[in-house]
């Protein structure tokens, strides 16, 4: 570690909070319906659109009605995901005459976008044409991120109205989301990217002829091997900037290329890597703050923002820290920090990010519920790895996915004033609404639907030799770590992998569509539940047994509650996963 | 419900035009007037032929030149196949593929410790870089080879060495690509 490597890390969190402020009181505006500048460009576009699908600007909606028209509006957009996929070769923009995607394999990419996911069974370049990718994948990453943006906003209507039966309209949420926030911070950021040397062009791939031509042993189809030499490079392009840019925002994840944020065209410089970490971060940042403006009670706000805080540099400090130890089973190498290198695990690393940048973001992204990667999980230290997973773990509720990490916070929120109330036995209120049985009951719905089709999953996986471990790409504890993580990375809709194992398998497809479904889905409804019932709720006037909930007790208490609940979940799992295989590395074992 | 659904396909399809559609071509339209290099990949072209773009990286093997780092991308350095190795840290593929590219260096270097970057593989199989301490390594062997000083090879590398960007993001680096294009203007190979 380096300091350096320490400043880089400030740096980032830094910018982080200067512009949740103000971002956050913008997006207070935005959903309150109150004037903004950007009024004059999007309000004439919002009206279009309503007057175009017929939707009624001013009707308010039921948590039922609310759910229903989300579900609605998610089943027609993966239809049309899958569509799409499914008749490619028939349509314009696909240079490459990439052939019709696989429907197992279509139906997973579908539901993986719809859900805000972005898992990636296929391999981009070879799979998905320009116009999938900007038609239904790029268009997923605006409207997943800005129906949960819309759901986050219906929480805090719950918990700031009184005696109300409705949370909002679905549709002009979701509308404003993506016009108001979602589509001018795109445009802006993706001629950053494009600044940076992300490109966005619509060629077919190019061919260049080699400096030095190189020569690969290539297993033909009849078993032999046979020595090649290969003279040029295919250069894959693509119109990347514009999808890169919601890719982020959007906390989706999905790469436009294979290597997602690894590819130097995706990710060229170390300035665009710092705008990818801080446009995971911003939104979501930005929320807590929203949130404490829209319930009149902004150090709440600021309560939700410390926890979230001190959960993200614990994670920073335990990736980086084992990110920039030498692998003890690499021999007469040079892996220690010094002016000409940056040394640690750079396996599956870049130079230009080094080992700071590359624990920085993995902690970043899902922390967040992106799970874009400009390193592979798959290759961190025992440790390194430990950290994505358990940030997934805890319900990516450390800043979170685009509004899911705010309503994800907010349902551990519940159970914290719960748990306080409990402790000095008077019934439990949050910002003067009571937290009642029903209310309760939902919370832990929500808490215990997560766990059991991660753990479910996985077990079911690790009993089929032929379809589930036949997939592995490495073996021992390190085995048990990539399948744990697939299912834990569909569940809590986050996208990243432990990329070894191979993913497109009919088993896998199907099951991890189902997992990535029941992680959006399931939880959704009990949260909107529980929207719904404090909407309904009295005002209660503090009294002397209200436990406040802007005070750092009261974060200390949040942390604890994620942590220990997270913890008593999934520990054993982990124990026989990454902190087994931490232990037999450093007693000179591989598998 | 039905009127719902009806919505929900009118909103499906207007809003598809409007972000899957107008939005990625207006970037595309603005990335060609404000950014055209950018935009298309950093392409270089040497006597009308392409060559490469700026920002991939390139496998290089020959003594003479300066080596990449070990690709897992298709065959090598696959830029339309882009990947890593995914082998985790304590997995026997891993330690023995490290293993006999040591050794294969070491033949030039006998007892010298290899800098990481040489021996790993990136994420994406394309890294365009090599750390200045993965360059100074192999110094010597391309002088030798190129019938150059060290001297002279030695100041061809600084001049690619980028520092960190703005002064403080990332990490220090040496573009492999360009550095064996100029290398090759300097001294031509045989």
Redesign the interface.
């Known amino acids: 570690m380096t300091a ?1 490597g320490w ?2 890390i400030f ?1 980032f969190f830094a910018l982080v909070m200067v512009c949740a402020k103000p971002l956050g009181l913008y997006m207070a505006r935005v959903f309150e319906h109150e004037r903004t500048r950007a009024d004059v460009i999007f309000r004439p ?1 919002e009206r279009l ?1 309503y007057r ?4 009624e600007e001013t009707h308010e909606m039921a948590w039922t ?1 609310y759910a ?2 989300m579900l ?2 998610s ?3 993966l239809l ?1 995901t899958y569509a799409v996929e499914r008749l490619q070769q028939l349509l314009p923009l696909n240079p490459q005459h990439l052939g019709a995607v696989a429907p197992d394999l279509a139906l997973n990419t579908a539901a993986s976008f719809t859900t805000n996911t972005n898992w990636q069974s296929y ?1 981009p ?2 799979t998905m044409s320009y116009l999938t990718q ?3 994948l ?2 997923h990453n ?2 997943s991120a800005a129906a949960g943006m819309a759901l986050a906003v219906a929480l805090i209507r719950g918990i700031s109205r009184r005696e109300s039966k409705t949370l909002g309209n679905f ?1 002009v949420d979701t ?1 404003r989301a ?1 016009l108001w926030v979602l ?1 001018p911070g ?2 802006i950021y ?2 950053l990217l ?10 077919p ?8 031509s ?3 042993t ?1 297993t033909g189809a009849d078993g032999k091997t046979v020595t ?1 030499t ?1 003279t040029t ?5 693509g ?1 990347v ?3 890169e840019a919601i890719k982020m925002l959007g906390t989706n994840g999905g790469g436009f ?3 997602n944020s ?4 995706e990710n ?4 665009s ?2 705008m990818q970490m801080f446009s995971i971060f911003v939104i979501p940042a930005g929320l807590t703050v929203t949130l404490g403006r829209m319930t009149r009670a902004p150090k709440h706000g600021w309560a939700v923002f410390a926890a979230m805080a001190a959960l993200f540099l614990v994670g920073v400090f335990v990736a980086y820290y084992a990110e920039a130890q030498s ?1 003890p ?7 220690r920090a ?1 002016l ?15 080992v ?2 590359s624990a920085l973001f993995a902690t970043v992204t899902t922390d967040a519920s992106c799970g874009a ?4 999980h ?5 440790l390194g ?1 430990l950290v994505p997973m358990v940030n997934i773990m805890l319900g990516e509720v450390i800043f979170g996915g685009v509004g899911a990490g705010l309503y994800g916070m907010l349902i551990f929120v519940v159970l914290a004033v719960f748990i306080a109330g409990l402790m000095v036995g008077r019934t439990p209120e949050y910002l003067g609404k009571k937290i009642e049985s029903y209310d309760v009951k939902m919370a832990m719905l929500y808490v215990l639907i997560f766990p059991l089709s991660i753990l479910g999953f996985s077990a079911v996986a690790l009993m089929m030799p032929n379809l589930g471990l036949s997939s592995l ?6 085995g048990l ?1 990539e399948i744990l993580y697939a299912y834990t990375s569909a569940t809590g809709n986050n996208g990243s992998a ?3 194992l191979n993913a497109n398998t009919h088993w896998y497809n199907l099951s991890l569509t189902a997992a990535m479904l029941i992680g959006r889905f399931l939880m959704i409804v009990p949260m909107l539940a529980i929207a719904g019932s404090l909407a309904k709720k009295k005002l209660v006037p503090p009294s002397l047994g209200t436990f406040p909930v802007h005070t750092p007790l009261f974060t200390v208490l949040l942390v604890g509650v994620v942590v220990i609940v997270g913890a008593l979940t999934f520990f054993p799992a982990l124990s026989l996963g990454p902190v087994l ?1 931490h232990l ?2 450093h007693a000179g ?3 | 419900m039905r009127r719902n659904l009806i919505t929900a396909v009118l909103y499906t399809v207007v809003t598809t035009v409007l972000f899957g559609l107008v939005y990625p071509f207006v970037v595309t339209g603005l990335a060609q007037v404000l950014f055209h290099d950018k935009a298309n990949g950093q392409l270089i072209y040497k006597n009308g032929e392409l060559v490469g773009s700026r920002i991939i990286g390139q496998s290089f093997m020959a003594p003479q030149y300066f080596h990449s780092r070990p690709s897992l991308a298709g065959n090598g350095y696959d830029a339309a196949n882009s990947g890593g190795s995914n082998l985790g840290p304590t997995n026997k593929k891993l330690v023995d593929r490290v293993a006999g590219d040591v050794a294969t260096l070491q033949i030039d270097h006998p007892g010298v410790a290899v800098p990481i970057d040489l021996v790993t593989s990136s994420g994406s199989g394309l890294d365009p870089h090599i750390t200045p301490a993965g360059a100074e390594f192999q110094v010597a062997r391309v002088a030798r080879e190129r019938h150059l000083s060290e001297d002279a090879v030695q100041r061809l590398v600084l001049q690619h060495t980028e520092g960190r960007q703005l002064g403080f993001l990332g990490e220090p680096r040496v573009n492999v690509l360009l550095l064996n294009m100029d290398l090759d203007e300097m001294a031509p190979p045989k």
Not at chain 1, 205 to 212: E, F, I, S
Not at chain 1, 233 to 237: C, E, G, L, N, P
Not at chain 1, 262 to 265: E, K, N, V
Not at chain 1, 329 to 335: I, R, Y
């Open positions: 350096n400043f880089q740096f576009i659109i175009l699908t017929g939707i009605e229903v028209v609605l509006f089943l027609v957009t049309a391999v370049e070879t900007m038609l239904t790029a268009y605006f409207f549709w509308t993506s589509l795109c445009l993706s001629m494009i600044s940076q040397g992300v490109v966005q062009n619509l060629r791939y190019d061919q260049a002829k080699l400096v030095q190189q020569t690969a290539v090649q290969i490079q295919s250069i894959a392009q119109p900037a514009s999808q290329f294979n290597a690894a590819h130097p065209f060229p410089t170390p300035l890597n710092l692998n089973l690499l021999h007469s190498v040079d892996q010094s000409t290198q940056a040394g640690g695990n750079m396996e599956g690393k870049e130079v230009r990010f080094g700071v940048n990667v400009n390193s592979t798959d290759s961190f230290m025992p790895g790409a490495n073996t021992g504890p390190h770590s432990f990329a070894g295989e037999m590395m074992k591989s598998f």
